[in-house]
């Protein structure tokens, strides 16, 4: 079963304005990532942020952990129309090699 | 330095036939992995490696088999493809060491088995 979900599934808005989208998940964590994929291309890794980190940023791109609600939240601020793709978040616990994947928020952003 | 590169990057199977899918990865990375997505999901770990010699089943191991040929290279083999392994097959590695979980993905295998 998958251990992140996101919402929302679908996300439209136009270019310049935020997005955000949620991740929940299951079980104890040790960090927690959000990948972003293109249409037809591999995930790429956006950001990093661990289990003992409430907040943390990476240019247009800011991320906040909840461990108490197991969520976290990703806010891409001024949108911009390459910003169009699938976001993904992805949880990694300790003493495992294994990532769990949600099953992703698809963005679109109007130019 | 090329990242991590799948072959082929489109299959088409009758079932019951067999295939591998190649992976290798020029970033010295211990750990690798392959995922299935299938349309409007995430991915599903299939296996994984977390260093050379060692592989262990994920989420959805059922129907497939990998080798672990060496540190650079980790195959996922479907024995007797079935309609339900029709997917886009992911294959990621990951360094080692506190402050490396970041995963490299390639650009994935479409597969369709008829």
């Known amino acids: 079963s998958q251990q992140g979900e996101e919402d929302p599934q679908a996300l439209s808005i136009q270019e310049g304005e935020n997005a955000t989208m949620n991740c929940s998940y299951k079980t104890s964590i040790n960090n927690l990532q959000w990948y972003r994929q293109n249409s037809g291309r591999g995930l790429v890794h956006l950001i990093l942020i661990r289990s003992n980190e409430r907040e943390k940023h990476s240019g247009r791109l800011r991320v906040t952990l909840d461990t108490s609600k197991k969520s976290s939240s990703l806010l891409i601020t001024a949108s911009r129309a390459a910003d169009t793709a699938s976001y993904f978040c992805?949880?990694?616990?300790?003493?495992?090699?294994?990532?769990?994947f949600g099953t992703g928020t698809r963005l679109k952003v109007l130019a | 330095n090329a990242g991590v590169t799948q072959t082929p990057k489109f299959q088409v199977l009758k079932t019951g036939q067999s295939m591998t899918l190649q992976c290798a990865q020029d970033m010295n990375h211990n750990s690798m992995y392959w995922y299935r997505q299938d349309p409007g999901m995430g991915l599903r770990l299939i296996y994984y490696s977390a260093s050379e010699g060692t592989t262990d089943k994920g989420e959805v191991p059922n129907g497939y088999n990998v080798s672990r040929l060496n540190k650079r290279e980790f195959s996922l083999r479907l024995e007797s493809a079935a309609p339900s392994q029709t997917s886009v097959y992911f294959c990621?590695?990951?360094?080692?060491?506190?402050?490396?979980?970041?995963?490299?993905f390639g650009p994935g295998t479409r597969l369709l088995v008829l």
């Open positions: 990621a590695s990951r360094g080692s060491g506190t402050g490396v979980e970041t995963q490299y």
């Open positions: 992805a949880t990694g616990s300790s003493g495992t090699y294994k990532y769990i």
